[in-house]
């Protein structure tokens, strides 16, 4: 355990990974592209999911190469990362349930965003995350499951639309349990808690 650590607190490997994460960003905000050719201007912030929850982690990457913790932005890459990230590997196995066939992008896409959940929590014991923090990204992340499925800005699954209702319920309590995970490893007292070592 402490080797892991002392891999994830290493400055070259967080360089290492901040460029991933900004590859990965990019390709996300493409892959969305059609959608928001066709999505209204007020909804945009609120459609490209999982490239805006890794978005959010570049942020905390380079505020650890910095020295510093932006708690606000840590509370947000915690909760999206492993919200999203669990999200699309539900999603690409249930297309692959409904319909017998899964390309070779849904497979990608269950891996990636399968590491995006996992690094969301290893990193949660270097993060410095307030109540209120914790408060501003739950609204965030609540609020962004209104605009999908109240106002039907969800990410587009065509085989899926037939249980748009039962993703949505999914979704929410999704949301919910992300929250609750984000305060037991990133807020309560006695949680588990590192300091990078090049912190001052």
């Known amino acids: 355990m402490n080797l892991i650590y ?6 070259r ?3 290492l990974l901040l460029i991933i994460n900004i590859l990965g960003t990019i390709y996300g905000y493409i892959w969305y592209l059609p959608q928001l050719e066709r999505t209204s201007p007020h909804f945009i912030p609120f459609v490209p999911d999982s490239p805006t929850a890794s978005l ?6 380079i505020a650890f190469l910095l020295g510093k913790n932006w708690g606000l932005i840590e509370a947000l890459a915690m909760i999206t990362l492993f919200k999203y990230g669990v999200w699309a590997v539900v999603m690409n196995i249930l297309t692959l349930q409904v319909t017998g066939y899964l390309s070779w992008q849904g497979y990608m896409l269950i ?6 959940a996992i690094q969301g929590l290893l990193y949660a014991p270097f993060n410095r995350i307030k109540w ?3 408060m501003v990204a739950g609204i965030w992340t609540l609020h962004n499951d209104i605009i999908d499925y109240v106002f039907m800005q969800f990410p587009v699954y065509s085989s899926l639309y037939l249980y748009i209702q039962e993703i949505g319920y999914f979704t929410f309590w999704l949301s919910i349990a992300s929250i609750v995970l984000t305060y037991w490893l990133g807020v309560r007292r006695n949680r588990f808690s590192l300091k990078l070592p090049f912190h001052s």
């Open 56 to 61: 959010f982690f570049c942020f905390v990457l």
């Open 13 to 15: 490997f967080i360089s």
């Open 132 to 134: 209120w923090h914790l």
């Open 6 to 11: 002392t891999i994830l607190g290493d400055k």
């Open 111 to 116: 891996a990636s965003h399968g590491a995006m």
